[in-house]
Structure formats: C-alpha cells, structure tokens
C-alpha cells in the first residue's frame, strides 16, 4: 500500500514523529526505531549505553553521534528491519546522518523517504510539557491534545502515566534550541538529495496520518 519503506522521520521535539511512527508501524508492519525509547531502555536497564547516555538524555543535550550511530546500526541488523523501517529521532545532527549513510551501504540499504514534521514552535512547547507516556507500552498521551479515557492511566494497558523529566517547560526549551541548531540543518541537507517530504504536524493525528500515507504512496 505504500511505496517507500525504508524511512527516516525528521522534526522537532512534539511534532509528533513517535506517535505517527507507531500508527504507520503498527499498519504497514514496518520496524519502529526510536533512538529516544532504545536510550530511555538502556537508562532503565543500567546497562553500559545506558550508564554513558543518561546525563545527556536527562539534561536534553545529544548522545555523542558514534554512540547513537553504532546502536542504530547494530539495530538496523535485526530482522523485523527486513520489511522496512521508520528511524525516528535520527539521524539529528549532519554528521550522524554521515553516519547512516556509511553503515546502510555496508549492510545494503537505502533511505527511500525522509518525512519532515513541520510545526510552530509555541505549539511544540504546548505538546511537550502536556504530554504523558504509559511506562509499559510507551503509547503517548497528551493532557490538552489527546487526553487518556481515564486521567493519568494508560488506554492499552491500564497502569499510570508519566512524565518525562526532560519535557519540563525548561528542558523543553533548550532541546528546540539543540534542535534548532544541531538538527534543522538536516532539513536542506535531505532537500539536496532529493528525499524529503514535508507534511503539517500542527494537525491532529486523525489528519495528519493521511497526508503522511499520502507521502509515503
Ligand atoms: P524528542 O524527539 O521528543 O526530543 P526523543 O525521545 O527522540 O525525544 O529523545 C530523547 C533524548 O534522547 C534526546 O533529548 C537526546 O538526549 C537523546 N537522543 C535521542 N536520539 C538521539 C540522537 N539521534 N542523537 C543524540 N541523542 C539522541
Ligand atoms: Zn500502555
């Protein structure tokens, strides 16, 4: 149903790439690659990555680029990679997308689609400090935009709602900032090789998943 499958979703902090990654990815079976979640795990699980990322991911910098790029690549390997994949949340700096190039001509792929979430930055601010996110399934939520049925308990699996220590007004503001400098410039950068599609996050996710299918076709 849709023609490009290898994919990678680019825009700011609350634009809204997890939500639809997980909408197309539940769909079209494709791979969902959030290098946000991978990390939070890997925090969780007190492991090496982990033990290295938590202050930056905590405080709303980057993860140094070799680290993310050699986690994605390694994830890359996996199977469910096969029938396609939506990398969201990298590259975000010019160099990671380097990166990815340099690893997907050594195992054989190719990005087919990049899709930019474009979205105004008061409403990006408004989105992250609402948004709420179920421990078990990472399913988000969002207090003004897309409340839960029930308040702070999770629709798919019941338990509590959290929220994420980064998506304070404060650290908010400075992830745009890093995004602003570090990640916009992918935006020209995918633009040159013919790649991108930009699709209006300021909709609900009712519409902008069609404009993403759109895209995608
Ligand atoms: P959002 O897109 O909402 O800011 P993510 O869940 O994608 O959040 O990422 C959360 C944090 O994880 C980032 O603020 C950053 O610290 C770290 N992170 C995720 N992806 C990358 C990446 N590609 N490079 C460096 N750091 C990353
Ligand atoms: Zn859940």
Redesign the pocket.
């Given at each position: 149903m849709i023609k490009n499958r290898n994919l990678v979703f680019l825009?700011?902090?609350?634009?809204g790439?997890?939500t639809l990654a997980q909408m197309l990815c539940q769909e079209m079976k494709l791979a969902h690659i959030?290098?946000?979640?991978?990390?939070?795990n890997e925090i969780k699980n007190g492991t090496d990555l982990g033990k290295k990322?938590n202050s930056?991911?905590?405080?709303?910098?980057?993860?140094?680029?070799d680290?993310?790029?050699d986690m994605?690549g390694k994830r890359l390997l996996e199977k469910d990679c096969q029938n396609g994949f939506v990398l969201?949340?990298?590259?975000?700096?010019v160099n990671?997308a380097d990166l990815l190039e340099k690893v997907l001509v050594k195992i054989g792929k190719k990005i087919e689609k990049v899709v930019y979430f474009e979205a105004n930055e008061e409403l990006l601010i408004k989105r992250?400090t609402a948004?709420l996110l179920c421990k078990k399934c990472n399913t988000n939520f969002n207090t003004i935009f897309s409340p839960p049925i029930k308040k702070g308990i999770c629709d798919k699996c019941g338990i509590e709602l959290y929220q994420?220590p980064?998506?304070s007004l404060e650290?908010?503001k400075d992830?745009l900032k890093?995004?602003n400098v570090q990640t916009a410039p992918l935006v020209p950068y995918y633009k040159k090789k013919n790649l991108l599609s930009v699709i209006n996050a300021e909709l609900s996710k009712e519409k902008s998943y069609p404009e993403l299918i759109k895209v995608l076709s």
């Open positions: 825009g700011a902090p609350g634009a790439k997890g959030s290098t946000g979640d991978i990390l939070r990322a930056y991911v905590t405080s709303g910098g980057l993860v140094p680029d680290l993310v790029a994605v969201d949340g990298f590259p975000r700096t990671q992250l948004r994420r980064d998506d650290t908010a992830r890093i995004y």
